[in-house]
């Protein structure tokens, strides 16, 4: 199979992607988050062809990206004391970087939800994303469109390096706006829990229900909540600051910092914001460690940041990079 790379720009690109996710096939699109690997969610062998492309595990459940909010009726079925929170939520952050996970409906197959009995669901904030759900007029799931484990692609070069010939088309939209993968929250009765860390915070969330954190280890729901993930093949440390890390001698290392850092010793700096802002450090994060990881280092020795808003959301992805380095 040829892969080609169209520019949503181009006149024709919508059109294109929608004709492909009609014949079933898994394409390439843009979200506000990362790139993600699309289908016709209610179409099972369409839907397999994300597995097969991903080399993803079968139990690993996929995000469905909704047309409008009114899918949810027909696709979820959450407990009657939890829709009123349901509702704030997805008044509040959608379209946007938030998923819900909820009781499913028996429209989501067993291969969407892998076997669960709920439902991961969002909607889309990127234009280009949503006019193709949107002419589509069916949801789609979508992962991030990296193969398992891997790190999630930001630009559309990336999933090319990650898909190439496994998917007929990418539509480029761009660098991504956040550079990380959606907030995923599982609504209990009168709190919420975070399954995963992203661009809407603790913080944020805390305004409408009590916040938990999931119990990470003791049961991981969500394959992105395995301890080793987001990995990079190059090993990886995490370090209080850099300019403090003892580098073994003859050791080429890759420095991923956090604000502005000029020591050498390293081979090479990414740099994830010269201002240390946080959003700015998320939206270049993968991409930082996409480019390191490409040099053939020893070793890639990343920057903690500060633990709080979108910088919990950076630190887990940081540590399950460092979990299994090389892995
Ligand atoms: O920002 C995003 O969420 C991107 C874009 C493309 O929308 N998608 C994304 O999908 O990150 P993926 O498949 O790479 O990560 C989704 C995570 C996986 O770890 C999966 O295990 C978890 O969501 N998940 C999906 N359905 C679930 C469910 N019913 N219960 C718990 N976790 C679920
Ligand atoms: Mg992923």
Same mark, same amino acid.
């Given at each position: 199979?040829?892969?080609?790379?169209?520019?949503?720009?181009?006149?024709?690109?919508?059109?294109?992607?929608?004709?492909?996710?009609?014949?079933?096939?898994?394409?390439?699109l843009?979200?506000?988050?990362?790139?993600?690997?699309?289908?016709?969610?209610?179409?099972?062998?369409?839907?397999?062809?994300? %597995?097969?492309?991903?080399?993803?595990?079968?139990?690993?459940?996929?995000?469905?990206?909704?047309?409008?909010?009114?899918?949810?009726?027909?696709?979820?079925?959450?407990?009657?004391?939890?829709?009123?929170?349901?509702?704030?939520?997805?008044? &509040? %952050?959608?379209?946007?970087?938030?998923?819900?996970?909820?009781?499913?409906?028996?429209?989501?197959?067993?291969?969407?939800?892998?076997?669960?009995?709920?439902?991961?669901?969002?909607? &889309?904030?990127?234009?280009?994303?949503?006019?193709?759900?949107?002419?589509?007029?069916r949801?789609?799931?979508?992962?991030?469109?990296?193969?398992?484990?891997?790190?999630?692609?930001?630009?559309?070069?990336?999933?090319r390096?990650?898909?190439?010939?496994?998917v007929?088309?990418?539509?480029?939209?761009?660098?991504?706006?956040?550079?990380?993968?959606?907030?995923?929250?599982?609504?209990?009765?009168?709190?919420?829990?975070?399954?995963?860390?992203g661009?809407?915070?603790?913080e944020?969330?805390g305004?409408?229900?009590?916040?938990?954190?999931?119990?990470?280890?003791?049961?991981?729901?969500?394959?992105?909540?395995?301890? &080793?993930?987001?990995?990079?093949?190059?090993?990886?440390?995490?370090?209080?600051?850099?300019?403090?890390f003892?580098?073994?001698?003859?050791?080429?290392?890759?420095?991923?910092? %956090?604000?502005? %850092?000029?020591?050498?010793?390293?081979?090479?700096?990414?740099t994830?914001?010269?201002?240390?802002?946080?959003?700015?450090?998320?939206?270049?994060?993968?991409?930082?460690?996409?480019?390191?990881?490409?040099l053939?280092?020893d070793?890639?020795?990343?920057?903690?940041?500060?633990?709080?808003?979108?910088?919990?959301?950076?630190?887990?992805?940081?540590?399950?990079?460092a979990?299994?380095g090389?892995g």
């Open positions: 199979m040829t892969t080609e790379v169209v520019s949503a720009e181009e006149q024709s690109a919508i059109d294109r992607a929608v004709a492909a996710l009609q014949a079933g096939e898994a394409i390439g843009p979200t506000e988050t990362v790139y993600g690997l699309a289908a016709d969610a209610l179409n099972t062998d369409a839907v397999l062809k994300i %597995f097969e492309a991903k080399e993803r595990p079968r139990f690993d459940p996929l995000i469905v990206h909704l047309p409008d909010a009114g899918w949810l009726d027909r696709l979820t079925d959450p407990s009657p004391v939890s829709k009123t929170l349901i509702a704030s939520l997805t008044s &509040s %952050f959608w379209p946007g970087p938030l998923t819900l996970v909820l009781p499913r409906q028996a429209a989501v197959s067993d291969i969407v939800a892998a076997g669960l009995g709920t439902v991961a669901v969002r909607m &889309s904030a990127h234009p280009v994303f949503q006019r193709v759900v949107e002419s589509f007029g949801p789609l799931a979508a992962p991030s469109a990296n193969r398992f484990g891997r790190i999630s692609p930001t630009t559309a070069e990336h999933v390096s990650e898909l190439d010939g496994r007929p088309l990418i539509v480029d939209g761009g660098p991504t706006l956040h550079g990380l993968e959606s907030t995923i929250v599982a609504v209990r009765a009168g709190h919420i829990e975070i399954l995963r860390h661009p809407v915070t603790a944020e969330l305004a409408f229900a009590d916040v938990r954190p999931a119990q990470l280890f003791a049961h991981p729901e969500a394959p992105g909540q395995l301890a &080793s993930h987001y990995a990079p093949r190059t090993p990886l440390v995490l370090c209080t600051k850099l300019s403090d003892a580098l073994p001698a003859g050791t080429r290392a890759g420095a991923l910092a %956090f604000g502005p %850092f000029t020591r050498t010793g390293f081979t090479e700096v990414r994830l914001s010269p201002d240390s802002d946080l959003r700015e450090a998320a939206a270049n994060l993968f991409r930082g460690l996409r480019e390191l990881d490409q053939e280092l070793l890639i020795v990343a920057e903690e940041v500060p633990e709080t808003g979108l910088g919990r959301a950076i630190m887990d992805r940081l540590r399950r990079a979990a299994l090389g």
